[in-house]
Antibody
Framework: QVQLQESGPGLVKPSGTLSLTCAVS?????????WSWVRQPPGKGLEWIGE???????NYNPSLKSRVTISVDKSKNQFSLKLSSVTAADTAVYYC?????????????????WGQGTLVTVSS | EIVLTQSPGTLSLSPGERATLSCRAS???????LAWYQQKPGQAPRLLIY???SRATGIPDRFSGSGSGTDFTLTISRLEPEDFAVYYC??????????FGQGTKLEIK
């Protein structure tokens, strides 16, 4: 069973770059699946940030595309998120997630499992 | 981008009652691409329903999904105490981005 764990600084200064890593265990990041980042501002709803395939192919939310980079490190079985030029509006719990797999087939259309999430606060 | 609008914003019911949650899309969504999640405080979302009507692994059969086109429904047949949470619909079709509804809070009456 795949498990995901986010890590990274909990506090980032305005105009800085948010950097998070998602460690994958119980499975290979090189499997036939996409790996995503989703965020949730405190008390608000969910926003999909983007996704990556082990080949390095990416898809990003157009609303964040100019500031987002998602990368994969197959040697460490992990993937990462960088969000530049952050403001207070980027304060959120950041989740990593992957596509739901059933009966040997994985679907990038919906997300399961998820990591536990990590709160990143943008403040000076 | 497809916008998903959920209603009601808050639903107050008692254990044992039936809950009906709605998700309306700004344009037609293939039912294959519509999902529902449950989120409890301090926890990550959990996938309940995918493909509009298929239950994810381990999800009790009191949860069911239906709908097509622009109107989708999540039904919980008999509410258990652990079902009180926030529910989100989500779509991700042939092109990004994936989008989520704003959520429905199901609270104990």
């Amino acid at each position: 069973q795949v498990q995901l764990q986010e890590s990274g600084p909990g506090l980032v200064k305005p105009s800085g770059t948010l950097s998070l890593t998602c460690a994958v265990s119980g499975g290979s990041i090189s499997s036939s699946n996409w790996w995503s980042w989703v965020r949730q501002p405190p008390g608000k709803g969910l926003e999909w940030i983007g996704e990556i395939y082990h080949s390095g192919s990416t898809n990003y939310n157009p609303s964040l595309k100019s500031r987002v980079t998602i990368s994969v490190d197959k040697s460490k079985n992990q993937f990462s998120l960088k969000l530049s030029s952050v403001t207070a509006a980027d304060t959120a719990v950041y989740y990593c997630a992957t596509g739901y797999c059933t009966n040997g087939v994985c679907y990038s259309n919906w997300f399961d499992p998820w990591g536990q999430g990590t709160l990143v606060t943008v403040s000076s | 981008e497809i916008v998903l609008t959920q209603s009601p914003g808050t639903l107050s019911l008692s254990p044992g009652e039936r809950a009906t949650l709605s998700c309306r899309a700004s344009q037609s969504v293939s039912s294959s691409y519509l999902a529902w999640y449950q989120q409890k405080p301090g926890q990550a979302p959990r996938l309940l329903i995918y493909g509009a009507s298929s239950r994810a692994t381990g999800i009790p059969d009191r949860f069911s999904g239906s709908g097509s086109g622009t109107d989708f429904t999540l039904t919980i047949s008999r509410l258990e105490p652990e079902d009180f949470a926030v529910y989100y619909c989500q779509q991700y079709g042939s092109s990004p981005p994936a989008t989520f509804g704003q959520g429905t809070k199901l609270e104990i009456k």
